[in-house]
């Protein structure tokens, strides 16, 4: 073991150089005192973040994402629970075939599903509108959700349901004072990974937005004016600590209940 | 919690739980076949089988978790096998304890007593008086992952006797305790149950279990039951060589029924030689023909000295020897063409432990074997 590790080594060097360089990049131009991005940098300013907070059209645009990004994550959240529950504890015909068709979204290409979504709307007369990127979001986002929540109500013991029962409770209300709280970690996991994957989505928003853009669309057009690129870096920062902080919650949360319900009396709380 | 005098009145004339010509198929696998029961008010009663012959199905039906294909179950007199696990009079011990691990102990306890709505220091009050009776003082207020194995049982126990139930179902409830606790909750069962006087309807695939805390067992194999009776007609008397085997060691001999000579059995063996048995030993339809008799190997002897005597012995060689501490079990060959048979001698003060190869004679006495 010991002989192979400094190989080993390097090559974890170079892939966390990869994946986080990029991202370090982020904040050293978000602050730096020149519209140029390039190296040597010429000096410290927070200017960019003040053109941000007077940008309006921008305000509009992450208003749009948290609502469309909120809603879509609760949608595919619920779908999430009806067909983990489902799966978890039902047998009928065709179950295999209806699971791989509902996490079929997954493989398939966004711009097909955004242009396919495009021209369906169109037949049906229907305006492009917040509503219709939400629907494409929870296309995307419901895969995930019945995955997770897979996982967690497959894990949840069969005979806490059987003992609610046992003891006179009738099925909602197993399902509200039992199985609701020991599948709460899986729920926001489901709604944290929709809520990032509809905030950062942009084929299909590009699509199917009407007159309010959604972040990622609109932090393209800027893309247009090279001058704006350093507002675009110091949103992008700012967009990093953000999920850094709701990951270290959701991190929290979910050692917490694990540590409740993995039995273990020393799992590091 | 309940004094002699509040005890219920134990009536094994009343069926607590009646069972008619249950089927249960899980797909195309029948699991219980055609199967009648009853169990008598305020009976400790033990189903005891190995894994697969339908015993934890047969309890889950009693308890409502599964519906019978066809058959009635009936419960303190009423029927039903269509009723909701909710909806009866029954409360479960589950096998995994099946302890909720959100709430701690206390609320765990007190979590069927909620639609009773009851004041909130009568509800605590009442838990805390079960989790006296369980042994649990001061563990109200403890979470559920901080509960030992032992603890954990006496939990999911006080969970289900506050309920209150006509009857107990206990699903292999020792099973994941050490031996020692094993034991102890044996007894503290036992006694619960003698204190209470509720009907316990007990799982189990431990023979031994079965016998010490049972009033009655039914063995089952293959979704049926073999053999219906007190622990000890069915130690003593099994009716047959599997329910024999699956109760305790028992050694197997086997020899030819010649028919009944002066009011007694005739079996002729090639190990034992000629035995005459007593009409209670024999099935009473058994016919002339090939038989095996059993044995208990405690119900053999050593003779160690020549003082030593039997109503009958003979010299074998002894081929195995296992030391227990109290106990020592030879393993002896027989002159016939029987297997090996098992031995078990209690260690007293000077008593000599044999070793392999020693010829030793061995007594035995004809009441103690059981033709099957």
């Known amino acids: ?269 | 919690m309940a004094s002699s005098s509040t005890a219920k009145i134990i009536d094994r004339n009343i069926p607590m739980v009646k069972l008619e010509n249950i089927r249960k198929s899980f797909d195309d696998l029948e699991v219980v076949k055609g199967l009648d029961l009853e169990i008598g008010s305020g009976e400790f009663f033990s189903l005891l089988g190995p894994s697969g012959c339908g015993k934890t199905t047969l309890l889950r039906m009693i308890a409502g978790f599964e519906t019978p294909n066809s058959g009635i179950v009936s419960i303190a007199g009423e029927e039903m096998t269509n009723f909701d696990a909710n909806e009866r009079p029954t409360n479960m011990v589950f096998q995994s304890y099946a302890i909720f691990p959100h709430l701690n102990v206390g609320e765990n306890v007190a979590y069927g007593l909620k639609k009773l709505r009851l004041p909130k220091n009568e509800m605590k009050a009442r838990v805390l008086d079960m989790l006296k009776l369980v042994d649990l003082d001061g563990l109200y207020d403890r979470p559920s992952y901080a509960l030992s194995g032992g603890q954990k049982q006496r939990v999911a126990l006080a969970r289900a006797l506050i309920m209150q139930p006509k009857v107990l179902l206990l699903d292999e409830p020792l099973s994941a305790l050490d031996k020692k606790l094993r034991e102890q909750m044996q007894h503290e069962l036992r006694r619960l149950q003698r204190t209470l006087g509720i009907t316990f309807v007990l799982v189990t695939h431990d023979q031994e279990e079965a016998l010490i805390m049972s009033d009655r067992i039914a063995v089952m194999f293959d979704g049926k039951i073999a053999q219906l009776g007190h622990p000890q007609e069915i130690y003593e008397r099994p009716v047959t060589k599997k329910v024999a085997s699956f109760i305790g060691v028992m050694n197997f001999v086997s020899g030819e029924y010649l028919g009944k000579k002066g009011g007694k059995l005739h079996v002729r063996t090639s190990s034992l030689g000629e035995v005459f048995l007593k009409p209670g030993q024999m099935a009473s339809d058994l016919q002339p023909g090939n038989v095996t008799l059993g044995l208990r190997p405690e119900m053999l002897t050593v003779l160690y000295s020549t003082n030593d005597n039997s109503e009958n012995e003979f010299k074998a060689k002894i081929t195995n020897v296992s030391y227990y501490g109290d106990m020592t079990y030879y393993s002896v060959e027989m002159p016939g063409p029987d297997d090996d048979i098992s031995i078990s001698m209690r260690n007293t003060v000077g008593r000599h432990v044999y070793s392999v190869g020693d010829v030793v004679r061995i007594g035995w006495g004809a009441a103690s074997i059981v033709a099957l």
């Open chain 1, 1 to 269: 073991m010991k002989t192979n590790s400094r190989p080993l080594l390097f090559f974890l060097i170079i892939y966390l150089g990869f994946l986080y360089a990029p991202v370090v990049l982020l904040p050293l131009f978000a602050f730096n005192d020149s519209a140029i991005i390039a190296f040597p940098l010429s000096g410290f300013t927070t200017d960019w973040f003040s053109w941000l907070m007077e940008d309006e059209s921008l305000f509009g645009a992450l208003k749009n994402s948290v609502l469309i990004a909120v809603t879509a994550s609760f949608i595919s959240t619920i779908f999430g629970v009806l067909t983990a529950r489902a799966m978890a504890r039902h047998r009928f015909m065709g179950k295999q075939s209806m699971f791989g068709l509902i996490m079929a979204p997954l493989f398939l290409p966004e711009i097909i599903v955004g242009v396919s979504i495009l021209i369906v709307l169109m037949q049906l007369g229907l305006a492009l509108s917040l509503w219709t990127v939400i629907a494409g979001h929870v296309l995307l986002a419901t895969p995930f959700s019945v995955s997770i929540l897979t996982t967690a109500f497959n894990n949840l013991d069969r005979s806490l349901e059987e003992a609610s029962l046992d003891l006179g409770e009738n099925r909602i209300g197993t399902f509200f004072r039992v199985i609701l709280p020991l599948v709460t970690p899986g729920l926001i996991s489901s709604l944290l990974i929709g809520f990032t994957i509809s905030l950062d989505e942009f084929v299909i928003a590009f699509f199917l937005t009407g007159t309010d853009p959604t972040l990622p669309v609109y932090i393209w057009s800027l893309l247009r004016f090279p001058s704006k690129l350093p507002v675009v870096m110091a949103l992008g920062f700012i967009l990093l600590v953000v999920s850094l902080v709701l990951l270290g919650i959701f991190e929290f949360y979910r050692r917490r209940s694990e540590a409740l319900t993995s039995g273990k009396e020393n799992s590091g709380i």
